[in-house]
């Protein structure tokens, strides 16, 4: 491991650190990075290199194409500060403020300073949520400190989002998934790079968390990324999710629409001339466009999302995951599973600012929200009348007291029945057995929920999407302070998570903690992870049946409709 450190000099309490020279490292290809460091919840050293890049900047000539790797340097980059976010808006804030920069391709490595292990080390590999419209791969928001405690070394980075990411014209001019190829040179860096650091390449595991999830089930898709890694944590979000695969004829009306948007009209015979024309307009107003493609408040939120390519040369996804079997990555271990009350991302914010209007055109918004918007007419009122007799027996009369109904039509559309879908065609597959699954929900009130983030006000609906997050990495919300059993689950969770990088097993043999069953079939063995109420709250319990009730609603749906 060539990281070279100097010793610090300590006198009393004080650690002088002025003469501290940084950590250094020599990439394979001679070039350097200069790092900082940083310091982990448990106390322990950290040798952070933030924002080292591993592509040419995506701008010119190269926006909207697939990434080209950096090339190699001489001498030292500094790499001591988070790199820039890729331009994007936020619309779950409902600000409309562009921010980053199109020259973003760039990621973090952190490492433990004194592992107790001096072997490679296994290396965790994170891809950040957001819609594939907003969010960043940096340390304010997704922190080392919790998962450094542990001895992994943790890669996480940026990729390209909105339409810089996702464009597709659903030709070889701009196949699409450019975000996931992204992330696929990030694997591939990972695999180039990670063992001058300390890490073992051949030990990798990829996680994300709701789109970031998705995209770990693209990946475990895709051909272009087998043996990349070999173990995948997959939180919020699936690739049977509704809106995780965008059918192509929507992905190139869309196409067509920001051309028309950013004045590319005399192009729309010839998508190459449109791209070209595309690629002189300024990134801000392309990222701005995507408040025009909303049709209720921020939905269709996720306009540019991932396609199934035409068959090209260098495609990442030629085929629909639904006509893949057995998956390329699928033999690996895997943890999949998601909070108790996903839906709230949804139901918080129409019930705080557009409840009236959502109750009174019911069957003209759910189905925008809910992706079916392109069903036959008959078909959809069909599943509207289902969806209206299974959910709301008594009306629709949900409020912020009386939700719960309403938060589960979300939780179960958007996230629930898509693991299910994942979860019938792992265990159906060939190759089922070669590697674990471990389900689980997380059900743990925290001092703070995400619900107030995406604007549902200061009541407490439940445990909002991204609700695990700062049980899993350091940010605002996880630095506040919560009671015993908050305090519990922050040592809890990354010790899961990291043992599962370690080992293939969140509670391998030996350990401290509650053994977590692993899932073999249905009915589905899960790990209950923390309580809403305090009174009967455990850390982790195991459990069957998950949410059968309502996944068999949407069993019935998927068999008569075909969603």
Not at 398 to 422: A, I, V, Y
Request: proline share 6%.
């Amino acid at each position: 491991m060539r990281i070279l450190v100097s010793l610090s000099v300590i006198v009393g309490t004080c650690i002088c650190v002025s003469n501290i020279e940084p950590p250094k490292i020599v990439l394979p290809h001679g070039g350097g990075v200069v790092g900082s460091y940083m310091t982990s919840v448990g106390g322990k050293g950290i040798l952070a290199f933030r924002g080292i890049p591993y592509a040419e900047p995506p701008i010119g000539d190269l926006r909207f194409q697939a990434p080209e790797p950096i090339k190699p340097w001489v001498g030292e980059k500094l790499t001591n500060k988070d790199p820039n976010v890729c331009i994007q808006i936020n619309p779950y804030e409902r600000n409309f403020t562009v921010f980053g920069e199109e020259d973003c391709l760039y990621l973090n490595v952190y490492v433990p300073q004194s592992p107790t292990n001096f072997q490679q080390l296994p290396v965790m590999v994170y891809i950040h949520g957001g819609g594939w419209v907003t969010g960043n791969g940096n340390s304010n928001v997704n922190g080392p400190e919790r998962l450094l405690d542990h001895d992994v070394i943790l890669v996480i980075g940026n990729y390209r989002l909105g339409a810089l990411g996702f464009l597709s014209t659903g030709t070889k001019d701009c196949p699409g998934n450019n975000g996931f190829k992204d992330q696929l040179l990030i694997l591939k860096w990972v695999k180039h790079n990670i063992k001058v650091f300390g890490g073992d390449p051949d030990d990798v595991t990829l996680f994300g968390e709701s789109a970031g999830s998705v995209s770990v089930a693209y990946h475990m898709y895709s051909h272009a990324s087998k043996g990349l890694f070999h173990k995948a944590i997959m939180q919020s979000g699936s690739i049977f999710s509704g809106w995780a695969v965008v059918d192509s004829s929507i992905a190139t009306h869309r196409a067509s629409k920001l051309g028309r948007l950013m004045n590319c009209t005399h192009f729309e015979d010839n998508w190459m001339e449109m791209i070209e024309c595309l690629k002189k307009k300024p990134a801000a107003d392309i990222v701005l466009s995507v408040k025009e493609y909303f049709e209720f408040d921020i939905d269709p939120v996720i306009a540019f999302a991932g396609v199934v390519e035409v068959d090209h040369e260098g495609s990442f996804l030629s085929k629909h995951p639904k006509d893949i079997n057995p998956p390329p990555n699928g033999d690996i271990p895997l943890i999949i599973g998601g909070t108790a009350d996903e839906g709230v991302i949804k139901s918080a914010p129409i019930l705080n600012l557009l409840n009236e209007e959502f109750t009174r055109k019911f069957y003209e918004v759910l189905p925008i929200i809910s992706g079916y918007k392109n069903k036959p007419k008959d078909i959809l009122t069909k599943i509207l009348e289902q969806i209206d007799e299974f959910y709301f027996k008594d009306g629709h009369n949900w409020s912020k007291q009386n939700h719960q109904n309403l938060t589960n039509l979300f939780s179960d559309q958007r996230f629930n029945f898509g693991m299910d879908k994942f979860l019938r065609r792992r265990f159906a597959s060939s190759n089922a057995t070669d590697g674990k699954t471990f389900v689980y929900l997380f059900d743990h009130r925290g001092p703070k929920s995400a619900s107030e983030f995406f604007h549902g006000g200061q009541e407490y609906y439940g445990v909002c999407h991204t609700d695990d997050l700062p049980y899993i990495f350091y940010n605002n919300f996880s630095k506040l302070k919560g009671d015993e059993n908050d305090t519990k689950l922050k040592t809890l969770m990354p010790e899961l998570w990291t043992n599962f990088a370690r080992t293939g097993n969140p509670t391998p043999e030996g350990t401290h903690l509650p053994l977590w069953l692993p899932a073999e079939g249905y009915p589905l063995q899960y790990a209950h992870i923390g309580s809403k109420n305090s009174e009967d709250w455990v850390v982790l319990r195991n459990e069957k049946g998950f949410l059968k009730e309502r996944i068999q609603f949407w069993r019935k749906l998927e068999e008569e409709f075909d969603i």
